[in-house]
């Protein structure tokens, strides 16, 4: 039986990617910090099937110990600060986790694995890592669409830390002969996702307005684009990227662009409101610096991974606004017994 260790096992992804592997037949290990609880999140439905170990990408001697222990065949470091505005208001912390967190990850499996600091070792029986990098690398870009050898040009201070992450990852397979990839994963969302994530809050604001709970969306830039995926699809290529006869990059997204106008015109239609009525732009959300036109060029990973995409964005909005009805409505039926919305519902 494989094992896999997950970093971000409590996020949106890693407890996709988790199910998906349970699916698959592995050991799943993921790793959580702080003092734990994983039945209060997103994988509390799966708990019971995962192992965990403590670990905390700020903390190097942690990381080794958690591999040591859970003596993966894999590890997917998918634990990272990936909200972008958060980035401007915490760039140090973003750098140290999301950016300087990677190196500590290669070094926790160089040291468990015995790899030596000078010259490369045997791909045969090592560990293979995947590193969650991101579209934020390529920011101003250089060409649309992007695809692996698109020249990046972070805009974001979370951007320049995946770009770290990105090329230590790269250094690491050329510099030890790691078996070390970066996934370039475009947007992907979820009934999972964050709730500051744009999607997230237009479907949970659309369902809580159509009951009553709420009566207006305050968003930032209407006209921004982006190329949304679902979550779902996306974990099952990071996984094929780790099946692969020799370790490579990916760009993974499905090629189309909409904006986050037309994200609140099929939300509010699902409800059955006229979404003009309740959004509120609002300057304050707008960001310092904006990333051009991100679009994904997937040649690659449809031809390599035989990788697809499976839910459209008009499905992908309506999925998660059906998933934000069901919550608004136990939210009413809870209202009585607890002011605020319950946690646990993933
Ligand atoms: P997410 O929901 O924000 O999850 C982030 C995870 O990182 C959480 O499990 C969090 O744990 C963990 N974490 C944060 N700081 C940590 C630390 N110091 N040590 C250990 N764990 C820590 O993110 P996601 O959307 O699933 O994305 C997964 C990865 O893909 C991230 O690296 C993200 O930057 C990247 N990515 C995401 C997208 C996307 O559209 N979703 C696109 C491209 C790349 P707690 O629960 O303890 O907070
Ligand atoms: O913003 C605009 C905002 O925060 C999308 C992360 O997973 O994907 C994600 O980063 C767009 C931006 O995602 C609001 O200006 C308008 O243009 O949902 P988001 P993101 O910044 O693209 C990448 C690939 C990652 O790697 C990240 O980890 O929506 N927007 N009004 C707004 N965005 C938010 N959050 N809130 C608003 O009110």
Redesign the pocket.
Known sequence: MKRALI????????SYLAEHLLRCGYEVWG????QPSPHR?RISRIADDLKFVE????DQSSLVAAVDRAQPDEVY???????VPMSWQQADLTGE??GL?VLRMLEAIRMVSGIGRSGTTSMAGQIRFYQ?????MFGKVREVPQNEDTALHPRSP?GVA?TYGHFITRNYRESFGLFAVSGI?????SPR??RE?VTRKISRAAARISKGLQSELRLGNLDAVRDWGF?GDYVKAMHLMLQQGNPGDYVVGTGRTHSVRDAVRIAFETVGLDWSRHVVCDSRLVRPAEVDLLCADPKRARAQLGWEPTVDFDELVRMMVEADLERAEREQRDVARAPTEPEGDW
């Open positions: 970093t971000g096992v409590t996020g949106q992804d890693g790793l959580l910090r702080g999140s670990g905390d990408l700020l470091n998918l634990a990272a600060i990936s909200y986790v999301t967190g969650a990098s991101s579209s934020e979370y995946k994963l475009f947007n992907h969302e996702r964050g994530f979550a």
